[in-house]
């Protein structure tokens, strides 16, 4: 089964996180920032996956050391869910509208890490999340789980609708690029 297991324990954060990316029946998320939990429901949700993460990480500072540790965790876990990557699609891409927002995600089950990130975000805070941690997460998860990761936010006036759109779009593209479509890795390397 394609499942990550991850315990990661810092100074600044305490996480649990268990992703299965066949099974989606089982999504808890419990991180300390609303926000944030509700963009990785979100995640979970159109991407298919079953995910749950507690963590208990340093909010009296900010929410920047807890997204982002959980943003490795995830990677981690998508990494070890996908082993060697043989027979996966590897690609994916998507566009998702939320209301005045399109996002788009387009990515690479490369083994190459590196993220474009080009959203600027027009509020600097929904909720209790600072809206620049978005880029954050993504380069964490990109760099973790080996993804090249490009996303984009064609247009859109209201933060939360646009970071919903971002994490829409990356949890739909990466559903494509695990579908499991038979065969061996597909590189003409032979190995990703």
């Not at 920032?33 to 079953?50: K, P, T």
Request: overall charge negative.
């Amino acid at each position: 089964m394609r499942k990550g297991d991850v315990k990661r324990k810092t100074k600044e954060t305490d996480i649990s996180l268990f992703l299965d990316l066949d099974d989606g029946s089982l999504v808890s998320i419990d991180t300390g920032i609303g926000f944030f939990d509700h963009m990785l429901n979100s995640f979970a949700v159109h991407s298919g996956c079953g995910l749950t993460v507690t963590c208990k990480g340093d909010l009296q500072v900010d929410g920047h050391h807890t997204v982002e540790d959980i943003g490795i965790a995830l990677g981690q876990a998508i990494s070890q869910a996908l082993g060697d990557k043989a027979g996966i699609a590897r690609f994916g891409q998507s566009f998702v509208p939320m209301d005045e927002a399109l996002g788009f995600c387009a990515l690479d089950v490369s083994g190459r890490p590196y993220l474009v990130f080009d959203a600027p975000m027009p509020q600097p805070v929904c909720g209790g999340y600072d809206t620049c941690l978005t880029a954050e997460f993504m380069r964490a998860l990109a760099v973790n789980a080996g993804l090249t990761l490009h996303l984009r936010c064609e247009y859109g006036d209201n933060a939360h609708h646009i970071t919903e759109a971002l994490f829409k779009a990356l949890a739909r593209a990466l559903r494509q690029a695990v579908a499991v479509t038979g065969g061996g890795v597909l590189s003409a390397k032979g190995v990703l």
